[in-house]
Structures are given as structure tokens and as C-alpha cells.
């Protein structure tokens, strides 16, 4: 028997050294044609065990004689006409026949149909499933509904990108606005007075941003962003109307407390009172400047006492004595 021991000593262990006829581990000797047979191969495991070893003697890198490689076929595909002959796996799909065949063609593989036996064929189905052997023939046709469909489709993908790339924009903008929206937000919180220019400059940079935004249309994940950034936006303009108001009313005060410094610190004078003999000679005019009229009823009078009278006022004034009590009037 292979790998019998001699008898041992009773209780001590068996040595394998101490064996007579030791295992082979290598091939015991070739067979014909050079090749080793898998059961003349052995091997001793690190417990010291000897066991066959696996694989039938080949090693690891080589490949294993049971699997076969998979086969490549030529298939004859008719387009427009022109036959192409294409070399691909059997085991390939119907949808990788189809890139082969835009390579040649010119044809988008979405925009193809690949009848074989007058029968369409999916472009997940199997090559070798299907039936398809060497010197196979395959038709491929243009699908005008899946081209539109296709064209359709990528002008919608243009869209969201151009939308997403218009809104990327934007948030970059908006994003070098912010940090001073803050910073004069930070200023009047403080009670300090801003410039007016730099509010209204960022109030237009803002809302031009926000039209951009307005003229943007787009569906799903974009329009969920374009829709953030415009609160976003409407939120700064909001804090800049904070900001003028605020601004505003700082300036009102620094300006009513500069007023109150500049005003002179005197008492207001009082009137001083006039004498009253003042106010009696200014209110009663000279007897020499008394003037007297004359009215009409007199116009009506005869000469003689006209000229009377006239002359009797003209004496009296011209004399500068003072009136007399009684006036001299001529009677009827």
C-alpha cells in the first residue's frame, strides 16, 4: 500500500522521514507523449498529509481542456443595398451588432432595426439565441419613429443642460453678490451709515439676476434649482430695502444732531418797553400840521364867503397860534 509505515515503536510518534518507502511528490514517471496522467500526481499538504493534487497537473494560468473559447462569426448586414460583412462573438447581442454596424454605416443604433428571417429583433436578444450562425445574413433599416423619437429626446437633454448651465451661472453670480449684501447688512446693524450708490448698485446687479432667471425654463432637478435660486435672490433684495431704510433713518439722526450742535447756545432778547409820552406824541400829530376839510357844501357858497373863510384858515395857520375852540361858520 502507498504510503505504508513501518510498525512503530508503542508510543512514540511515527516519523515521516523514518519511513522505508517514501511518497513521491513529484510525477513518477511521464506517460507517453510526454504528458502527466492526473492520477500520478501527488502533493503533501502542510499537516503532512499526501493527497492528490488538484487540477490534473496543469497550472493555474493555463486554461482548462474542457472550456472552449467562444466563437467568432462573420454576419453579412445589408443597408441601403451595401452588404458589410461584420466579425463578432456568437454569444454577443443584438444591440453590440448594431454598434458594429453604425461604425460602418454611419447609422445611429438607436435610429436601426435588424430584421433577421423577416423578424425584428430586440437589442437585448442574443446573437446565438436567436439563431444567428456564421455567413449569416441580418437586415438593418432606419426607424424613423425611434430617430424622432432619439432627436426628441436629445433636444429635450440640450435644453435642461442649456437651463442647468444658465442657472449654474447665476448662482455663481449671486454667490459673489452675497458676501456684500452681508457685509452692508452687518454695517447699519451697527449704526454706521452706508453709501446709497453701493445699495442701489447691488439692487440692480440683483434683480438683473433675477430676470435671468425668469427667462429660464426647465423641468425637474433644474427647475427645482432654478426655483431656490430665485428665493434666494429675492431674499438679498429684501435685506437691501432693510438696509435703505435703515440707512435712512441713521442719516436723519446724525443730521438733527448736528443741528443741535451747530445752533448758538444764546438767550433770545426781550423787547425793551417805550417811554409813554413817546407813544403819546407819536400818536397825536402837531396842531400846526392839522389839515382841515372842506366839504362840498361849501363849493355851493357865494364868493365872498369863500374867500372869507379861506382866508380866516390861511390867517390862523400862518399865524401858528393854536385853533381855537370855536370855528367861525357862516350862517344861513
Not at 58 to 78: A, F, G, H, L, Q
Not at 214 to 242: H, I
Given at each position: 500500500?502507498?504510503?505504508?509505515?513501518?510498525?512503530?515503536?508503542?508510543?512514540?510518534?511515527a516519523k515521516l522521514g523514518s519511513m522505508k518507502n517514501p511518497p513521491v511528490t513529484a510525477a513518477v514517471a511521464p506517460a507517453a507523449g510526454g504528458k502527466v496522467s492526473a492520477e500520478e500526481v501527488w502533493e503533501v499538504?502542510?499537516?503532512?498529509?499526501?493527497?492528490?493534487?488538484?487540477?490534473?497537473?496543469?497550472?493555474?494560468?493555463?486554461?482548462?481542456?474542457?472550456?472552449?473559447?467562444?466563437?467568432?462569426?462573420?454576419?453579412?448586414?445589408?443597408?441601403?443595398?451595401?452588404?458589410?460583412?461584420?466579425?463578432?462573438?456568437?454569444?454577443?447581442?443584438?444591440?453590440?451588432?448594431?454598434?458594429?454596424?453604425?461604425?460602418?454605416?454611419?447609422?445611429?443604433?438607436?435610429?436601426?432595426k435588424v430584421l433577421y428571417k423577416d423578424k425584428e429583433r430586440d437589442s437585448k436578444a442574443f446573437l446565438d439565441m436567436a439563431g444567428v450562425k456564421d455567413r449569416s445574413k441580418v437586415v438593418v433599416v432606419e426607424d424613423?419613429?425611434?430617430?424622432?423619437?432619439?432627436?426628441?429626446?436629445?433636444?429635450?437633454?440640450?435644453?435642461?443642460?442649456?437651463?442647468?448651465?444658465?442657472?449654474?451661472?447665476?448662482?455663481?453670480?449671486?454667490?459673489?453678490?452675497?458676501?456684500?449684501?452681508?457685509?452692508?447688512?452687518?454695517?447699519?446693524?451697527?449704526?454706521?451709515?452706508?453709501?446709497?450708490?453701493?445699495?442701489?448698485?447691488?439692487?440692480?446687479?440683483?434683480?438683473?439676476?433675477?430676470?435671468?432667471?425668469?427667462?429660464?425654463?426647465?423641468?425637474?432637478?433644474?427647475?427645482?434649482?432654478?426655483?431656490?435660486?430665485?428665493?434666494?435672490?429675492?431674499?438679498?433684495?429684501?435685506?437691501?430695502?432693510?438696509?435703505?431704510?435703515?440707512?435712512?433713518?441713521?442719516?436723519?439722526?446724525?443730521?438733527?444732531?448736528?443741528?443741535?450742535?451747530?445752533?448758538?447756545?444764546?438767550?433770545?432778547?426781550?423787547?425793551?418797553?417805550?417811554?409813554?409820552?413817546?407813544?403819546?406824541?407819536?400818536?397825536?400829530?402837531?396842531?400846526?400840521?392839522?389839515?382841515?376839510?372842506?366839504?362840498?357844501?361849501?363849493?355851493?357858497?357865494?364868493?365872498?364867503?369863500?374867500?372869507?373863510?379861506?382866508?380866516?384858515?390861511?390867517?390862523?395857520?400862518?399865524?401858528?397860534?393854536?385853533?381855537?375852540?370855536?370855528?367861525?361858520?357862516?350862517?344861513?
Open positions: 500500500m502507498l504510503g505504508a509505515t513501518p510498525k512503530a515503536r508503542k508510543g512514540a510518534p499538504r502542510p499537516g503532512g498529509m499526501l493527497v492528490q493534487k488538484r487540477g490534473g497537473g496543469s497550472s493555474d494560468d493555463e486554461p482548462s481542456v474542457n472550456v472552449k473559447p467562444v466563437p467568432t462569426i462573420r454576419v453579412k448586414v445589408k443597408h441601403a443595398g451595401v452588404t458589410h460583412e461584420i466579425y463578432i462573438s456568437s454569444e454577443a447581442s443584438f444591440g453590440e451588432l448594431k454598434k458594429l454596424v453604425a461604425a460602418k454605416t454611419g447609422l445611429h443604433p438607436d435610429d436601426q424613423p419613429e425611434a430617430k424622432a423619437r432619439r432627436l426628441i429626446e436629445e433636444r429635450r437633454n440640450g435644453h435642461l443642460e442649456k437651463a442647468a448651465k444658465a442657472v449654474a451661472a447665476v448662482t455663481a453670480e449671486v454667490d459673489k453678490l452675497a458676501p456684500k449684501v452681508a457685509s452692508l447688512d452687518a454695517s447699519v446693524r451697527k449704526g454706521e451709515k452706508v453709501a446709497e450708490n453701493d445699495v442701489v448698485q447691488l439692487t440692480e446687479l440683483l434683480m438683473n439676476e433675477l430676470l435671468k432667471l425668469d427667462a429660464v425654463v426647465a423641468d425637474g432637478d433644474v427647475k427645482t434649482q432654478r426655483r431656490m435660486q430665485v428665493k434666494r435672490v429675492q431674499k438679498y433684495v429684501e435685506m437691501l430695502d432693510a438696509v435703505t431704510a435703515k440707512n435712512a433713518a441713521i442719516i436723519r439722526k446724525s443730521g438733527e444732531k448736528l443741528a443741535k450742535q451747530q445752533q448758538p447756545r444764546q438767550q433770545p432778547r426781550q423787547p425793551q418797553p417805550q417811554p409813554q409820552h413817546n407813544q403819546y406824541q407819536q400818536q397825536q400829530p402837531a396842531a400846526g400840521q392839522t389839515r382841515w376839510e372842506m366839504f362840498d357844501l361849501l363849493s355851493s357858497l357865494p364868493s365872498t364867503s369863500s374867500a372869507s373863510s379861506t382866508t380866516t384858515v390861511s390867517s390862523t395857520a400862518s399865524s401858528g397860534a393854536p385853533p381855537a375852540n370855536k370855528h367861525d361858520w357862516m350862517l344861513f
